[in-house]
């Protein structure tokens, strides 16, 4: 299996609402990670986690709250958003963090902050 | 930290032109490259990488060329397809440090039939 995969596709939340978006690998990579993607703009590094251990958080309000329950999975909790909060998230994923390391990307979430 | 920065933020050229899309990086300490090419809807996919070791590399239509010392790195696209038609993102990263990659601002390319 060479794919990141990221459920739900969409998602669509009121500012009030608590919801979760996953991400899952299966090439043994010890590194993933979470992006924010507006649109026309590159992705924008939120956080990293290598060996299931956050080691980067580029100052992400406390809104996201990221979970690596292990070395396959990959979540970002959302509680109390706001609309400018609507974007696509990326997730990634690479063999280790902080190196010369191909990132793969997961296919987004496509998020709707109402 | 490292900034990229990414020229054209547009290209348009005709099918079986080239397209030729440059990056500058701050950072002397940066030292892997990737290219990444984005369709509309669908998710950053690299095309071709290259790392400060090296000075180009090719795969079929697709050439890197690094400038360690004027710290700028070009993509190169020949014969160009419709299906060529994306947003491309260079991106820089350092083999140690807080930043996993830096992405410059994106091409949009759009190749003509």
């Known amino acids: 299996d060479t794919e990141v995969t990221q459920t739900p596709k969409h998602l669509v939340m009121g500012m009030t609402n608590k919801k979760s978006l996953k991400c899952e690998q299966h090439?043994?990579?010890?590194?993933m990670y979470w992006y924010k993607q507006k649109a026309k703009k590159p992705p924008e590094l939120m956080f990293v986690y290598s060996y299931e251990k956050l080691s980067i958080n580029e100052s992400v309000p406390s809104r996201f709250s990221p979970e690596c329950p292990n070395s396959s999975l990959l979540n970002l909790h959302l509680h109390a958003l706001q609309p400018e909060d609507s974007a696509l998230y990326l997730c990634?994923?690479?063999?280790?963090?902080?190196?010369?390391?191909?990132?793969?990307f997961g296919p987004g979430t496509r998020l709707l902050v109402l | 930290g490292e900034n990229v920065e990414q020229h054209p933020s547009t290209l348009s050229v005709q099918e079986g032109d080239s397209a030729v899309i440059k990056c500058t990086y701050s950072d002397s300490a940066s030292n892997y490259f990737p290219w990444y090419k984005q369709e509309l809807g669908k998710r950053p996919q690299l095309i071709i990488d290259?790392?400060?070791?090296?000075g180009e590399k090719k795969d079929q239509r697709i050439a890197v060329t690094l400038n360690k010392t004027a710290k700028h790195f070009s993509l190169h696209i020949t014969e160009t397809q419709p299906e060529d038609s994306a947003v491309y993102f260079c991106a820089a990263s350092i083999n140690t440090g807080r930043r996993a990659l830096t992405f410059g601002s994106g091409t949009r390319l759009q190749v003509q039939p």
């Open positions: 090439m043994g990579h010890r590194a």
């Open positions: 990634a994923s690479s063999q280790r963090a902080l190196t010369q390391e191909t990132q793969y």
């Open positions: 290259i790392r400060s070791n090296v």
